[in-house]
C-alpha cells in the first residue's frame, strides 16, 4: 500500500487558518480508501486544490460547526441528530435507524442530515460515497435555495434509493426542482454497473449558467438543460446530505432495529472559471 498525499481546504473563509495545520498534511491511506479513486483500491495522484476550491476530507474527529450544520431537527418523517452523523476514521458517517421503540414512542425514525452554511453556484461538486446496502433507505447529495424560508427551492439531486441494489448493479435518481416550476425526474433511474453500496464511487453535479451534468466516476452519465425545460438554476444555494425513508418510493422503511450507514470520503467544489 502507498502513502497518499492528502490535503485539506475549507471554504475561503476558513482556508487561511486551516492551510496552516492542515494543507500538504501527508497521511497513509486511511483503510486504503483515504484519497483514493472511485473503487477502494485505486489510487489518485496527490491533490493539491485552488485557493477557491471547497475541499472537505472529514480527516477531523468532529465536524467544523462554522462550515457544516449538522441537523438536530425532524424533517421527512425523521428525527435528525448529530449522534447520527459524524466524523470518524476520515470518513462522515451518516446513519438511518428504524428503531422499533423509539418508532412505538414518536412515530418517526431515527435520521441524519447536513448541510453546508456557505452557498454556492456555478461549478462543479464531486463526493466520493457509499451509500447504504439496507434496502429501504434513500441517502442523498443535492443542492438547495433555502433562501433564508424564501428561496426558490431550486434543487439538483443526487438520491439513492437502495431498494434498487443488489446482484452487482443499481441505480441513481437525478432531479432538478424548483418552487412552482415543473420538475425533472430521471424515470426510470439511471442503471449503473455496479452496486454501489458495494465500494466507493466518484458522483459529480456541474452546474453551469446553461445546463447540468450528472458524472459517474468521471463518466457523463446524465445531461438537463435549463432551455426548454421548466427550472433553470440562478440562486445561490447550499449542499445538503441526507438519509431518510418512507414507504411510498422509497420502499421504507428498512429492517427493523438495523443501523443503515451512508458513508461519504470527501466533497469538492470547484467554481466555475469567470
Ligand atoms: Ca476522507
Not at 86 to 97: H, I, V, W
Not at 100 to 111: C, D, E, I, P, R
Not at 193 to 210: K, L, M, N, R, V
Not at 219 to 227: C, D, E, I, N, Q
Request: proline residues 6%; charged residues 15%; glycine residues 8%.
Amino acid at each position: 500500500m502507498t502513502n497518499e498525499v492528502c490535503t485539506f481546504a475549507a471554504p475561503l473563509a476558513k482556508r487561511t487558518a486551516r492551510a496552516v495545520v492542515m494543507s500538504l498534511v501527508t497521511l497513509p491511506l486511511l483503510m486504503g480508501l483515504g484519497c483514493g479513486g472511485s473503487g477502494s483500491n485505486a489510487t489518485n495522484p496527490p491533490i493539491t486544490p485552488p485557493a477557491n476550491v471547497f475541499r472537505e476530507d472529514f480527516n477531523g474527529t468532529t465536524l467544523d460547526s462554522s462550515v457544516w450544520q449538522v441537523a438536530a431537527w425532524a424533517e421527512h418523517g425523521g428525527q435528525t441528530s448529530p449522534e447520527r452523523c459524524y466524523a470518524k476514521d476520515g470518513f462522515l458517517t451518516m446513519e438511518f435507524k428504524n428503531d422499533s421503540a423509539y418508532y412505538a414512542a414518536h412515530q418517526v425514525y431515527l435520521s441524519s442530515a447536513l448541510q453546508t452554511r456557505e452557498t454556492f453556484l456555478y461549478g462543479r461538486w464531486e463526493a466520493r460515497l457509499k451509500p447504504s446496502s439496507v434496502s429501504g433507505v434513500l441517502n442523498s447529495f443535492y443542492t438547495i435555495d433555502w433562501g433564508n424560508g424564501n428561496g426558490t427551492k431550486q434543487e439538483i439531486d443526487i438520491e439513492f434509493l437502495t431498494k434498487s441494489f443488489g446482484s452487482g448493479a443499481g441505480e441513481v435518481h437525478y432531479a432538478v426542482h424548483a418552487e412552482g416550476k415543473t420538475s425533472f425526474n430521471t424515470n426510470p433511474d439511471v442503471p449503473l454497473a455496479f452496486d454501489p453500496s458495494a465500494d466507493f464511487h466518484i458522483y459529480g453535479i456541474e452546474i453551469t449558467p446553461t445546463e447540468i451534468k450528472w458524472t459517474v466516476d468521471g463518466a457523463l452519465m446524465k445531461t438537463y438543460t435549463y432551455s426548454p425545460s421548466g427550472v433553470t438554476i440562478t440562486a445561490p444555494y447550499q449542499l445538503k446530505l441526507n438519509a431518510w425513508s418512507q414507504t411510498n418510493w422509497i420502499g421504507g422503511p428498512p429492517v427493523a432495529n438495523t443501523v443503515c450507514t451512508y458513508l461519504i470520503d470527501w466533497i469538492q467544489f470547484t467554481p466555475r472559471a469567470q
